[in-house]
């Protein structure tokens, strides 16, 4: 993906999050999937996850920052969230640092998915801010978790609206 398109990806989703969650725009998920492939740090394609066990992926890819509780459970039902939500460091010393915290996009099994669009968007915007300047560097030091994150917080937005 070319530089910035990430960062106009989040813009626009941004501005768009009240006619997404209000049912009047749709969440366009294969643009969301794309971005999220092109960054190249998950082993195939986020689509592929969805109905994958939590199990599977834990053993086989996971960072350990998800929270996987239900290893018989697909990660499409996964509610838990990996946010990213700071990044720092030195470019020119190749010292980029990102932080994240947990997001759980459901409260009481109930479904809020102003949470899953503030994990997608605020995600895609640090993403974006890395992208622009040190691109090279980002796969090396992104949570596959946290990307994994974005695509169920898009998923889970298409399923439910």
Known sequence: MEKLTTMELADELAEAQ???LNGEAKLDTGRVYQAIDDLGVL???ISNYFDRTEDEYYETESDHYLAL???TGKLGDLHDRVLINHVDGFV???EINLTYNHENAYVEDNYVPRTDLHVLVYGL???GAV???A???LRNVLSKDAVLS???AAHALAENL
């Open 150 to 152: 974005l695509g169920l």
């Open 69 to 71: 509780t239900n290893l």
């Open 92 to 94: 020119d010393k190749d």
């Open 43 to 45: 082993n195939d394609p």
């Open 125 to 127: 915007k640090v993403i």
């Open 131 to 133: 992208e622009a300047i």
């Open 135 to 137: 691109a090279a560097d």
């Open 18 to 20: 009240d006619k997404i």
